[in-house]
Structures are given as C-alpha cells and as structure tokens.
C-alpha cells in the first residue's frame, strides 16, 4: 500500500490537471459564445423587433425561433463536438487513475484490462454525462439554446423597462453574462461527471470485487465554505460499484472513491501506521475528508514536489504560507502573460 503522501500527491496532480482542463474548456467555449451572441444581437437589432410597430408579434416570434437555431447550430452542437475531442484523452488518464487509486489503497486489479473504450463509447460517455438533471448533449445542443432565445424574447419585450422588476439596460445584462455563467457552470460539471464515469467504470469491473465489498465506493465532498448543504449531508454515504453517480446540482466537485482508500489505515514514509482521521467535522463523529485541509498539509510536508508541481516561486510561497492554497491554484491555472 502507497503511503499516505504519495495519495494526496496523486489526487492533488489529478484534481489540478482537471482543473487546468476545465479552464481551457471554458475559455475557449466563452470566446465561440461571444462570436454567436454579437450575432445574435446584430440580427435582433436589425429584425425590427426592438420597435412598436404592425406585425411585431410575428416578428417577435420569427426572431426568437431563429435565435434558438442559430445558437444550436453555431454553438451548442459545435461545442458538443470540441468536449467529445477534449475529453477522450482526459478519460483514459482517468481510467489510469482509477487503477492507481485501487493499488495504492491495497487493492488487486483482477480484470486489469477489462476496461477499453472505443471512441464512439468515449463520445457516448461525454453525451450522457448527467448536469443539471439533464445529459450534456441535452444541455448544449437543446436547453442552452432555447434558454437563450427565452432571454432574447424577454429583452425584445422588456426592453428598458423594469416592468417584473427586472431592468434590462443592456444585451450584455439580459442575454451575455447569464448564459456564460450557464456554460461555465455546464463545462465544469461534465468534465467533473465524465472522469467520475471513467473512475468508476474501473471499480466496477476491473478490482476485486471480494476487495472493494458491497458498498465499496464512499461519497467524498470537498469540504470548504462552498460546499452545498446537499453534499455535506452525502459526505461518508456507501454505494455499490454499480450505482451511476450524478451530480446533485450543477458545478459539483464530490467524487466517489473505494472505501478503503479513504478510511483504511494509511503508512507514512517513516513506516508508522496512522489512521485516516479526517481533518474537518463530519458524519456520526467521524471525521470527514477535506482535500483542501489534507493538500495543505501535504504542501507543507512535501515542499520539493510542490514546487515541482506549483513552480518554484509559487510553491515556496505555498509553502512558506504566504498565499493560500486557493490563490495558489488560481495563480497556477490562470493563462501565462505574453512575453
């Protein structure tokens, strides 16, 4: 079995890498909206729509129909398509992962193997990835688009007005913002639901079953001032290896890992033994497991592959504990300045 350090390295390099992925995701995916939205407002300026006048409705009704198309077919299906080739090399280092997880707790890989993806079953994997209630094919090819022409046809009819209590003073306040943080919050929740996918499709049918047990697989919550009420309550809950995860709202961050990797006695590089006391209040009197708390701690007691990970100046000042661990992550996420 790994020792306790070299498991929170392992999750901490995955969670960043994810991390890094979802940024280049979404800011890619900002830019294409940007593109179609300019659009949008170009062809809703120039409708007549805006103006009180005969025919108006039916205006109203064409341009709103034609919004809906055009952010589907412009966006929504083109952005469907950008995930499926992003994330298919982010699902077979997610199946590596998963195995890794296994043998590091202790685990034995009976079927090692039994797990190989076509691309057209990664693709369907991307498809089905549950946000929000609905798969994310659905989201962006279908809910997205009509949400927009909705707000397009509310800014058309509210205009400047606060009738509803809502003052729309701009496209940019009506349409833009909302529907960014729509596709933002749609990105990080697929991205964290497809790599929840592949993981558990490892413990289901590559580990030993006689191992990982009935209810092998435990919720794990990120536990720090944002967690929702939801997840904090789901924290420590046990489920088959064949129950299908989803996310209980959007921009959900919990993972479902083997029991045994989270509450077996762990090694330390010395050789002692320590248990997994959890560093944050959780269920029954158990403690309960805080990526944020355990990586600090790891920062500090691993300072050399922090900075191999972090950077050397942005590691030490990690570890130095001159910026918090959520500055550090941003910092380390945020896109190079130009040189």
């Given at each position: 079995?790994?020792?306790?350090?070299?498991?929170?390295?392992?999750?901490?390099?995955?969670?960043?890498?994810?991390?890094?992925?979802?940024?280049?995701?979404?800011?890619?995916?900002?830019?294409?909206?940007?593109?179609?939205?300019?659009?949008?407002?170009?062809?809703?300026?120039?409708?007549?729509?805006?103006?009180?006048?005969?025919?108006?409705?039916?205006?109203?009704?064409?341009?709103?129909?034609?919004?809906?198309?055009?952010?589907?077919?412009?966006?929504?299906?083109?952005?469907?398509?950008?995930?499926?080739?992003?994330?298919?090399?982010?699902?077979?280092?997610?199946?590596?992962f998963a195995r890794r997880m296994v043998t590091m707790a202790g685990g034995e890989l009976t079927?090692?193997?039994?797990?190989?993806?076509?691309?057209?079953?990664?693709?369907?994997?991307?498809?089905?990835?549950?946000?929000?209630?609905?798969?994310?094919?659905?989201?962006?090819?279908?809910?997205?688009?009509?949400?927009?022409?909705?707000?397009?046809?509310?800014?058309?009819?509210?205009?400047?007005?606060?009738?509803?209590?809502?003052?729309?003073?701009?496209?940019?306040?009506?349409?833009?913002?909302?529907?960014?943080?729509?596709?933002?919050?749609?990105?990080?929740?697929?991205?964290?639901?497809?790599?929840?996918?592949?993981?558990?499709?490892?413990?289901?049918?590559?580990?030993?079953?006689?191992?990982?047990?009935?209810?092998?697989?435990?919720?794990?919550?990120?536990?720090?001032?944002?967690?929702?009420?939801?997840?904090?309550?789901?924290?420590?809950?046990?489920?088959?290896?064949?129950?299908?995860?989803?996310?209980?709202?959007?921009?959900?961050?919990?993972?479902?890992?083997?029991?045994?990797?989270?509450?077996?006695?762990?090694?330390?590089?010395?050789?002692?033994?320590?248990?997994?006391?959890?560093?944050?209040?959780?269920?029954?009197?158990?403690?309960?497991?805080?990526?944020?708390?355990?990586?600090?701690?790891?920062?500090?007691?691993?300072?050399?592959?922090?900075?191999?990970?972090?950077?050397?100046?942005?590691?030490?000042?990690?570890?130095?504990?001159?910026?918090?661990f959520d500055k550090a992550v941003k910092q380390w996420s945020a896109p190079k300045a130009a040189?």
């Amino acid at each position: 079995m790994a020792d306790l350090s070299a498991q929170v390295e392992a999750f901490l390099r995955n969670a960043l890498a994810a991390k890094k992925l979802e940024d280049r995701l979404i800011k890619q995916a900002l830019r294409d909206l940007r593109t179609t939205l300019v659009a949008v407002e170009r062809a809703v300026g120039s409708s007549g729509a805006l103006a009180v006048g005969p025919g108006r409705e039916r205006i109203i009704a064409s341009i709103v129909e034609a919004v809906g198309n055009s952010v589907q077919d412009s966006f929504g299906v083109p952005q469907l398509a950008a995930m499926q080739e992003a994330l298919a090399p982010f699902v077979e280092r997610q199946l590596e992962f998963a195995r890794r997880m296994v043998t590091m707790a202790g685990g034995e890989l009976t079927s090692e193997g039994a797990v190989q993806l076509t691309p057209a079953q990664v693709n369907r994997l991307v498809n089905d990835a549950v946000v929000g209630g609905k798969t994310l094919s659905t989201q962006l090819t279908a809910t997205l688009p009509a949400a927009v022409a909705d707000r397009v046809e509310r800014y058309i009819r509210l205009g400047l007005s606060d009738l509803g209590g809502e003052v729309f003073r701009t496209y940019e306040d009506a349409v833009v913002r909302t529907t960014e943080n729509n596709v933002e919050a749609i990105i990080r929740t697929g991205v964290q639901e497809v790599g929840n996918a592949a993981q558990q499709a490892i413990y289901e049918f590559e580990t030993d079953p006689a191992w990982l047990g009935p209810d092998g697989l435990v919720w794990t919550a990120v536990l720090d001032s944002s967690v929702c009420p939801i997840c904090l309550k789901l924290d420590g809950k046990r489920f088959p290896a064949s129950y299908r995860k989803a996310s209980v709202h959007p921009q959900c961050r919990c993972y479902l890992i083997p029991w045994k990797w989270r509450n077996e006695t762990m090694t330390n590089p010395d050789g002692t033994t320590e248990p997994t006391r959890r560093p944050a209040e959780g269920d029954n009197g158990e403690q309960a497991l805080s990526f944020k708390a355990a990586a600090k701690t790891w920062v500090q007691d691993n300072p050399e592959t922090a900075q191999a990970i972090f950077g050397k100046k942005l590691g030490q000042r990690l570890v130095d504990g001159e910026i918090s661990f959520d500055k550090a992550v941003k910092q380390w996420s945020a896109p190079k300045a130009a040189t």
